[in-house]
């Protein structure tokens, strides 16, 4: 064994192994159901998976370009001016990326310096505090309110400083499944109009959303676009979380300084999925529906759980749904959540987590991106609680 007494300054020294990676473990160590981290656990289109391979029998294989393969780049620039009227250019304002967690991070890294403040609304996913603080700025937490996770912007307004750089958006919202409004999207352009505020939203769930709602996307919004990145996953939306391809949005001004940062870190996506997915999105019909999909699921979860003890909050987008336990326990969050992956074998994720001072809720996020039978031995699992 090599001993080294280092002397590395951490950049991140409060930082542990997220809870997604602690709750899968502890699943798989105790061969329990994994409702906790956000995968699907069903099959992906053949027609998908034979594309993959199509590309790498026909020499897919070495790098594609740092900016990601032209015809994906013009395909998302089409699929965004179908759907929310904004034509981004596919040269100048498109950029295929490693993930939307690597998106996060380049933008992110684009622009915060030392002193800068951004505005984070909890619970929040975990990349943002993180990443931020990697870069030298302050986050600046705001709760959301209620059991409906809504925002009061009056409030919200009163964390914004001459030193705010930054907004951060999630819309469906990971983890409370949520969904932002018009009225939203309008309150946040009124506060940013006239600032240096840039806005970075975060719409991997775009087309996981219910109950006849729409997605209101940025990009809808032509004041709000002009100072925004948006970040999307293909991963989530063509159930292929491990494939790590996403994709960010943003004017060029923005997008060329995003681009410094992405090549310095990744270089380029995966190009034999980038082909895939370039013929693949050409058929809108291939994403456009999925929402219906997964409505169908959450329905038959909630189903299932009719007879449990736990209490459902309304789930409008994404492919998660929270429960409260309080008629249960009192327990500490992620005291119970580990109990309940011990004693009754399905692994949940506590919402404290997504909280910087671990707020509390009695609240438990499920992933239902599952197959049928798994919902249904897991919530057998939990109605005997």
């Not at 409030?155 to 001459?162: D, Q, S, V």
């Not at 759980?305 to 500490?332: A, H, V, W």
């Not at 910087?356 to 996020?365: A, F, P, Q």
């Not at 249904?376 to 609680?385: F, P």
Request: aromatic share 10%.
């Amino acid at each position: 064994m090599i001993h080294f007494d280092s002397h590395i300054k951490s950049k991140l020294p409060g930082a542990k192994t997220t809870i997604f990676t602690q709750m899968s473990a502890l699943a798989n160590e105790l061969n329990a159901i994994n409702l906790s981290q956000g995968f699907p656990n069903f099959d992906v289109s053949p027609d998908l998976i034979e594309l993959v391979h199509k590309a790498m029998k026909d020499g897919h294989n070495q790098y594609a370009p740092m900016q990601g393969l032209p015809e994906l780049r013009e395909e998302l620039s089409e699929a965004f001016s179908r759907n929310y009227g904004l034509k981004y250019d596919a040269n100048t304002e498109i950029t295929i990326t490693s993930g939307a967690t690597q998106a996060i991070y380049a933008a992110i890294t684009t622009v915060i310096n030392e002193g800068d403040e951004v505005i984070v609304i909890e619970p929040a996913f975990d990349i943002y505090a993180p990443t931020i603080r990697m870069n030298g700025g302050t986050p600046r937490p705001y709760k959301l309110q209620g059991e409906d996770f809504h925002i009061k912007w009056a409030e919200l307004r009163r964390l914004i400083t001459r030193n705010t750089k930054l907004i951060i958006i999630n819309t469906p919202h990971n983890p409370t499944s949520t969904v932002l409004s018009k009225k939203d999207m309008e309150e946040l352009d009124k506060m940013t109009r006239g600032t240096d505020i840039l806005v970075l939203s975060d719409e991997v769930y775009e087309h996981i959303i219910f109950d006849g709602l729409k997605h209101q996307s940025i990009a809808a919004f032509p004041n709000l676009a002009e100072r925004s990145f948006i970040i999307g996953s293909f991963g989530k939306t063509f159930h292929v979380t491990g494939w790590k391809t996403g994709f960010c949005l943003a004017p060029e001004k923005l997008m060329s300084e995003f681009r410094k940062v992405h090549q310095n870190v990744v270089f380029a996506g995966n190009r034999p999925m980038q082909t895939a997915l370039a013929a693949y999105m050409h058929n809108p019909e291939n994403y456009m529906d999925i929402n219906l999909m997964y409505s169908e699921k959450r329905d038959y979860f909630l189903e299932l759980m009719k007879s449990s003890r736990f209490t459902p909050l309304p789930s409008k987008g994404t492919y998660f749904q929270l429960f409260k336990y309080d008629r249960i326990s009192d327990e500490p969050e992620l005291d119970f959540a580990m109990r309940m992956t011990k004693e009754y074998g399905v692994a949940t994720i506590p919402l404290s987590y997504f909280y910087s001072d671990n707020y509390d809720n009695k609240i438990l996020r499920f992933c239902f991106a599952k197959t049928d039978e798994t919902l249904e031995n897991a919530s057998e699992l939990l109605c005997k609680i």
